[in-house]
């Protein structure tokens, strides 16, 4: 019984992570690409010296928005980590490299968190689940 309810613990927790995560990271993509923000993100994209800025930034922007709600759903949840965990690496080590580690902090946190779901997978509350 003790084993049973420990299960169910750790996959509502990995449900509440899923949850906050992906709603977390899905609010920083829907400012840029529904906040009238892609412009100036694309400049600050090229600006890191990436080629074709405009493809980097939606990317990005996707990325975050599409990947934070697959995440909250546990959808494609390995592969949107991923693309999340590739997006904060950059945000962090390039966008950030010079700055203090305060201006990094959130997105190594969310760095973090994309690769503990690439990791541990989405848990047994996921639509992933559903499917396996």
Known sequence: MKDARKEILLHAGLLWFRALM???????GAVKIFGGKMDAFARGVASMGF????????????SEFAGGIFIILGLYTRPSAFFVAVTMAAAAFLKHAGDPFSDKELALAYGTAAVMFMIAGPGRFSVDSRSA
């Open 51 to 62: 080629p074709f800025p405009e493809f980097f930034a939606w990317s990005a922007a996707l």
């Open 22 to 28: 992906g709603a977390g990271i899905a609010s920083h």
